[in-house]
């Protein structure tokens, strides 16, 4: 029996509510933000009704292996997630890689990650040759949030239009490390962040 893809609109729906569940303070983050983003721009369109993430990639195969990279225009300090599928031996290759963690990781078909694919350096290992396997991956590029905070203005355009805006943004880039850190949820926190975020 073959594997079928469940509709992308159910696993961007997953995602959605991974997401929140296990990063709600980034969720927050994120909808805060491109939330503004799409009411200012009443044009755009998302692409999956429930999905926070505004961008997609989908990788059909038929044999599907990321090479060791980085994603370097996403938010670093956001969640990437990565969906697997197709039939394959997930015993025998398809893992996920974390280089920085040194980790090898199984995942097979069906399979949901989220990490920040801006700062973990990640890729696949190979499948057997007569096997296949696809991908499907939501992100947001760290540009967006950029955009936002320059008053919906590029830098270059910032700079020259509201040299002052630039410049309070720019302030605070020293502790902007510290903010994106501080929205990852410790375990024990995980609780308490949600009502938070979510039972106001």
């Known amino acids: 029996m073959g594997w079928i893809m469940p509709p992308c609109r159910s696993i961007a729906d997953r995602f959605a509510g991974q997401f929140a ?63 697997s599928g197709g039939i394959f031996d997930h015993k025998r290759g398809g893992h996920m890689i974390l280089f920085n963690l040194k980790l090898v990781v199984e995942f097979p078909s069906g399979s949901d990650v989220i ?36 008053g919906f203005r590029t830098m270059k355009d910032c700079a020259s239009q509201n040299p002052k805006l630039k410049a309070k943004v720019d302030a605070k880039a ?4 510290k903010d994106g850190l501080r929205r990852f949820s410790k375990v024990d926190e995980l609780h308490a962040d949600r009502m938070k975020v979510f039972c106001k």
């Open 21 to 83: 569940y296990y990063f709600p303070k980034v969720y927050r983050y994120y909808s805060e933000n491109l939330r503004q983003l799409f009411d200012h721009h009443k044009y755009l369109i998302h692409n999956f009704d429930n999905s926070i993430y505004p961008a997609a990639t989908f990788n059909m195969g038929p044999q599907t292996v990321a090479l060791k990279h980085g994603d370097t225009a996403n938010y670093w300090a956001g969640g990437c997630h990565i969906h």
């Open 174 to 177: 020293g502790q902007r490390w």
């Open 115 to 150: 990490i920040p694919s801006a700062t973990v350096i990640h890729g696949n290992t190979p499948i057997q040759a007569d096997e296949w396997r696809i991908s499907f991956t939501q992100f947001c590029s760290g540009g967006l949030f950029r955009y936002v905070a320059y």
